[in-house]
């Protein structure tokens, strides 16, 4: 099997989050025969795009999420600036660069694996794009995927239901975290400031008066905000 081919294999098997093999070769090898179907691949100057499917949310969800691979087979390092599909963009949090001889994966990563991955893997985590109520189970449709340096490619990809197979590339929404809780006025800790008036020293020097200078009074500088 020659060396695409064997990348294109296991990128289809990463893609639906089967477990990658952290050892020897004949396990990667192994898992070529899960490939599925239905799934679709391009070249694309020095990248490889394998196994790319999209796959739809529950009824009234109106998601779909993206699953694949990319390979960078060049020599220098290249950049996905963004993915959309039918036109509708998804932005990566900025541009991710794929090393030379790395690739990026639209998966979770599997578990175990660290992040800082030798091989020069990426895993993004499929993308979810809202607003998806017309992309149906069945379909086709149009995703483009935009690099740094080497322009746009762009493949129709089958829709999926999200059972069997496919089931554990269902899309999401996104986790949004809440608000934080608005300061509650709390009772002060600290007693409040003497008011017995300082006593005359008997050498003539008086002690200054209280809250002023260098008066021991805390300064409530935690005070809750005034009200709106």
Known sequence: MSRSLRRGALAATVAVVLPLAAGCASGKEAETSKIQPDTANAAFGSFKIQNVQLVTSDPGKNLVSL?????????TPETITKVTVDGAGQALGGPLTIPAGGAAYLVDRPQGMAADD???????????????????AGSFRRVTFAFGTAGETSLDVSVHAPSGYFAQLKPTPAFTPAP??????????????STTPATANTGGATA??????????PRNSASAPAGG
């Open 118 to 136: 030798p091989q020069g893997r990426v895993y993004i985590g499929p993308l979810v794009f809202p607003n998806a109520a017309k992309v149906e």
């Open 208 to 217: 200054p008066a209280s809250g002023n200078g260098a008066s021991g009074t």
């Open 180 to 193: 934080p809780a608005p300061p509650t006025a709390s009772a002060p800790t600290t007693a409040p400031p």
């Open 67 to 75: 699953g694949g691979a990319l390979f960078n087979e060049g020599t």
